[in-house]
Structure formats: C-alpha cells, structure tokens
C-alpha cells in the first residue's frame, strides 16, 4: 500500500529554534492533514488543509498545501518542550474513507 | 466525554492464542477504523467501518476480524495471534475522513 514520504525521519533540535518539516508523494490528494503523538498516546490533529496552495496557522505550527498536491510541509517556530513527539502528515481525497500516512518525522529538543 | 476508548492497554499473548480489541466512541461518529503502527511504519489501516452494520479491509487486514457491533463499538479479533501481529494498535472515529480522532492505543506483544 501507499505511504507518504517524510523527511526529515528525525530532528535534534535545541529549545527556541523553529522547525521544517515536509511530505511527499507520488498520487496527488484533496486534503492534507497534520497530526502530532506524544510518547504513549494516540495521534492528535493540528491543521487541515483543503486548497492547493492554502497556508493555515495554528498557534506556532503552519503547515502549507503544496500548489502540485503531491506534498505538504509544516513549520514549527520557536520551539518548546512540549512540541517533542512523532509528527505525521496525511492525505486524503473526496469520497474516500481511508487517510494514507506519513512515515512520521520524530522530533526531540536537547536540553 | 470521553472521546475513543480502548482496552485492554496493554496485553502479552503466546503465539496461536485468540484475542479481541475493544473500541468505543461517544461522538456518534458514523466511521470507525483499526490502525496498526509498527516501527519506522507510521500507521497502517487493518480494517474499516464507513457505518453501522458495514466493514471494509484495509492495507493489512490478514489475521484479523472485525465487528462493528452498533455506532459506538468497533472490536478487533486476532483469532491466532502471532509474532508479526506484535504492535501498537489504534481505533480511530469520524465524521469525515479528515478529522479522525484516536483512541490511547492497545500495545501487543506476542511471544
């Protein structure tokens, strides 16, 4: 089956710098989405994305659609501890019930 | 509110043993799905559920069974549990595609 591409796969990143972050894949989709798991815990939504080209904000993330719809890319700015945890993007397209994913980019703050 | 809910957390099995996976989700939700997610893998669908009464495969839904036994619950059933089915497995429900919410996840081990 399908999966996206994530890159990077992981990132050591010290407390206050921003980070990028993107997806690709071969097939285009409709709708691009973003979703955070902290250790031991289910993933979380953060940003939906429905228009090629669209840039939407949530708080510090911004996460953009990209004008081929073959990829997507967020950025964190300012990092804090609590934005350590696996990020993982995903697709979708209309009239379908599946979401393919990301292989997930997993970010770490050093202290 | 307590949103998607999954037992048991935890379980260890031996190999050939049979087993079911709960789910329950108080959002009246129409979709429910089982996820697998395994290392370096991100998230596998194993099966869906568009609506009550109705399931459909995933990308990985040999060794498993499901019942979607009324709108709140989605079980999954390892009939032979074995050492390839060792994984974290998440029941996810929505709406719509996009804003699928996640349960705190099941972590399977078989011996």
């Known amino acids: 089956g399908q999966q996206l591409n994530q890159s990077p796969q992981s990132m050591f990143i010290q407390e206050g710098e921003d980070v990028s972050m993107n997806c690709t894949s071969s097939?285009?989709?409709?709708?691009w989405l973003w979703y955070k798991q902290d250790p031991g815990e289910g993933p979380v939504l953060l940003i939906a994305?429905?228009?090629?080209?669209e840039l939407t904000s949530n708080g510090r993330l911004t996460a953009q659609f990209g004008i081929t719809r073959k990829d997507s890319f967020l950025n964190i700015s300012a990092s804090i501890p609590s934005d350590v945890g696996i990020y993982f993007c995903?697709?979708?397209?209309?009239?379908?019930?599946?979401?393919?994913f990301g292989t997930g980019t997993r970010l770490t703050i050093i202290p | 509110n307590a949103g998607v809910t999954q037992t048991p957390k935890f379980q260890v099995l031996k190999t050939g043993q049979s087993m079911t996976l709960q789910c329950a989700q108080d959002?009246?939700?129409?979709?429910m799905y089982w996820y697998r997610q395994d290392p370096g893998m991100g998230l596998r669908l194993i099966y869906y559920?568009?609506?009550?009464?109705?399931?459909d495969k995933g990308e990985v839904p040999n060794g498993y069974n499901v019942s979607r036994l009324n709108k709140r619950e989605f079980s999954l059933r390892l009939e032979s549990a074995a050492p390839s089915q060792t994984s974290v497995y998440f029941c996810?429900?929505?709406?719509?595609?996009?804003?699928?919410?996640f349960g705190p996840g099941t972590r399977l081990t078989v011996l």
């Open positions: 996810a429900s929505s709406w719509a595609t996009d804003t699928q919410y």
């Open positions: 097939s285009i989709f409709n709708t």
């Open positions: 994305l429905y228009k090629a080209g």
């Open positions: 995903a697709g979708a397209n209309f009239g379908n019930e599946k979401l393919t």
């Open positions: 959002m009246n939700h129409n979709s």
């Open positions: 559920s568009a609506s009550e009464g109705t399931t």
